[in-house]
């Protein structure tokens, strides 16, 4: 058996990916936030990135998963080598990667922070989940603090000594926020009063920092109900006194849960009891505040299926080629071994099981990272028509990333299990960890039916032609020269006439989109691996002319099964029944 803790940073395609699926140098170029930046740098932060997943986080992954948290009289204990490898990352100065120069960041692309985002998922989940929403907690408080609140904070989370969470969920507040019962109380010093339970708080306690930045949504007093009515909260778990001192607030971890993966991560019940914070933003309009880190927080969150992803591609090659049973009756030369037997990657079962693998994985890759781009260019882009483009662009990819990508991570990694046979129900051989730690990403950072909605919803149908940024990419990407083009266009019409017809027919029957959404955003991201796949075969260079034989295998074998997911779209016309 192969060294199962290995992780190989798949280098070659992020650079393949980078350079000429994205061609993002050139983009770099006309941004003046990056244009010093040039592809062989990126090339030796993703190496230097890679080095530390594999190097780092990999050793500790199947460790912390056996040893878990502990938590005893409000105290977490993270696994062994946890923090020591968070302090080395703090270290190398990785924290403020992606921020800006002005506060001590080194002012790199989102789209590099995408890359090393999907290395430390790969790598180790659990681990990540304490530095999740670091970047997006900085980008929240960028965005949105007093230059007060920013001077005495912000250093500290470009720095990395401190961490941050994000304090949503409530027992009956889950994917309705609207619900959720926290209360601020104003003080007389301008500061806020918060008192109330959250649950299921990545991070809410650990040993790594001494200091944690709690990002809190409550009620103000006079706030209305629902949605409109949640206002947004800084309440770190230490505060300093005049004199310089510290004392603990009125903040407290009552107990971690026992889960089905990520075991190393806490996931803690929190309690806040007249625990001073202070306001970020506008009074009730936490919710808008919040949305500042959302895009990128669910990137980062499809960036975890990719991992998963690629984790389990690894493992089950790795596998594939040292496993030998029976003959094949396809193999190459050389392949077999004297007892008769051929290494299990030859028999074609298996070989299918790896291509879609290697095909999601790769296809994803490319999207996510345009995703993280995009997102680049609606922050940085030179002029104003494509900075908003490129934000409408985004909005549409986002939900999609989400969820087609932590869907596919969990039923990939079901897959790569399969390889195994037996094997793969063992703990030795860590499949098993990637399949049950691929699951909670369909669940947190808004379940995956509520990024069905929000993309079919709120974006799609909500506007005239809401579809069309989309749309327009794939179909620039279908009229270029290419083997694949042609197909793509027959699949960019079918979404725009499945996106008229549901339009249409939504008028009457409003509950439609809700039946229909989940297929839909299938639809819609097979057609999206679809334009990856296309682009790939066209752009790849001869060393990467492989690019071409898996975009024929994705044309082949993946896409047919749009022609499921437009049905089902279709089906949705019949009303399900209540049960
Ligand atoms: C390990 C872990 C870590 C987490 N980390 C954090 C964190 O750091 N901070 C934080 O605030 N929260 C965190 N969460 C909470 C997570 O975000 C919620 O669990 C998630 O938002 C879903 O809420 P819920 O569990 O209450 O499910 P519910 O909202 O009760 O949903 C149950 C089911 O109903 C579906 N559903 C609900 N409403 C609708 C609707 N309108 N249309 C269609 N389907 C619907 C959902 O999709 C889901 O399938 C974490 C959870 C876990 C398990």
Request: with cysteine; charged share 20%.
């Amino acid at each position: 058996m192969s060294d199962a803790s290995h992780y190989a940073p798949p280098l070659t395609d992020m650079a393949f990916v980078m350079e000429q699926w994205l061609d993002a140098p050139a983009d770099w170029q006309r941004m003046p936030a990056h244009a010093a930046l040039d592809a062989d740098t990126a090339r030796m932060v993703c190496e230097a990135a890679g080095d530390f997943c594999a190097g780092q986080l990999a050793p500790l992954n199947a460790s912390a998963d056996l040893q878990g948290c502990t938590w005893r009289d409000g105290q977490v204990r993270t696994p062994d080598g946890f923090a020591a490898a968070y302090h080395a990352y703090v270290q190398a100065g990785w924290p403020a990667l992606a921020c800006d120069v002005g506060v001590g960041g080194q002012g790199l692309p989102g789209l590099l922070d995408a890359a090393l985002n999907e290395m430390i998922a790969a790598s180790n989940h659990a681990w990540a989940m304490y530095l999740g929403i670091l970047h997006g907690a900085y980008a929240c408080l960028h965005a949105h603090a007093s230059e007060t609140l920013k001077a005495q904070y912000l250093p500290h989370l470009v720095r990395g000594d401190w961490l941050a969470t994000m304090c949503l969920t409530e027992p009956q507040a889950g994917s309705d926020l609207g619900l959720l019962r926290t209360q601020a109380r104003p003080d007389a010093d301008g500061s806020y009063r918060l008192s109330g339970n959250k649950i299921f708080i990545s991070g809410g306690e650990q040993d790594w920092t001494e200091n944690i930045v709690h990002l809190v949504l409550a009620r103000l007093p006079d706030a209305p109900p629902g949605t409109r009515g949640i206002s947004l909260f800084l309440v770190p778990k230490r505060l300093q006194q005049a004199d310089g001192g510290w004392v603990a607030n009125a903040v407290h971890c009552d107990g971690i849960e026992k889960k089905m993966g990520i075991k190393g991560s806490a996931t803690c019940a929190m309690r806040f009891e007249e625990a001073q914070g202070w306001l970020i933003g506008q009074p009730h309009r936490g919710l808008a505040a919040m949305f500042v880190m959302m895009n990128s927080a669910r990137l980062h969150v499809g960036l975890q299926g990719l991992g998963h992803a690629q984790m389990a591609y690894q493992l089950a090659l790795d596998y594939a080629r040292e496993r030998r049973q029976m003959r094949a009756i396809v193999c190459p030369a050389g392949a077999g071994a004297g007892d008769g037997a051929d290494p299990i990657a030859c028999h074609a079962p298996v070989r299918r099981i790896l291509w879609d693998l290697r095909v999601w994985t790769e296809g994803m890759r490319a999207l996510g990272y345009w995703c993280g781009h995009v997102l680049d260019l609606a922050a940085h882009a030179p002029d104003e028509a494509e900075r908003s483009g490129s934000q409408a662009l985004a909005a549409l990819l986002t939900p999609v990333v989400k969820s087609l990508f932590t869907e596919r991570g969990f039923e990939l990694a079901s897959d790569a299990l399969q390889v195994f046979g037996g094997y793969g129900y063992v703990h030795e051989y860590r499949i098993e960890q990637t399949l049950r730690d691929s699951r909670i990403a369909m669940i947190y950072e808004g379940t995956n039916q509520i990024q069905a909605l929000d993309l079919l919803q709120r974006k799609v149908l909500a506007a005239l032609d809401g579809l069309a940024p989309l749309l327009q990419a794939f179909r620039a990407e279908a009229a270029l020269p290419s083997a694949h083009g042609e197909v793509l266009r027959g699949w960019c019409d079918v979404l725009q006439t499945e996106t008229q017809a549901l339009a249409m027919d939504a008028r009457d029957d409003a509950e439609l989109p809700a039946r229909a959404a989940e297929d839909y955003l299938r639809l819609v991201g097979w057609v999206a691996m679809a334009f990856a796949w296309c682009r790939a075969a066209r752009v790849a260079s001869d060393a990467f002319a492989h690019k071409r034989d898996s975009a024929c295998y994705f044309f082949d074998h993946v896409l047919v099964q749009a022609e499921h997911w437009r049905r089902r779209v279709q089906a949705a016309r019949h009303l399900v029944a209540p049960i």
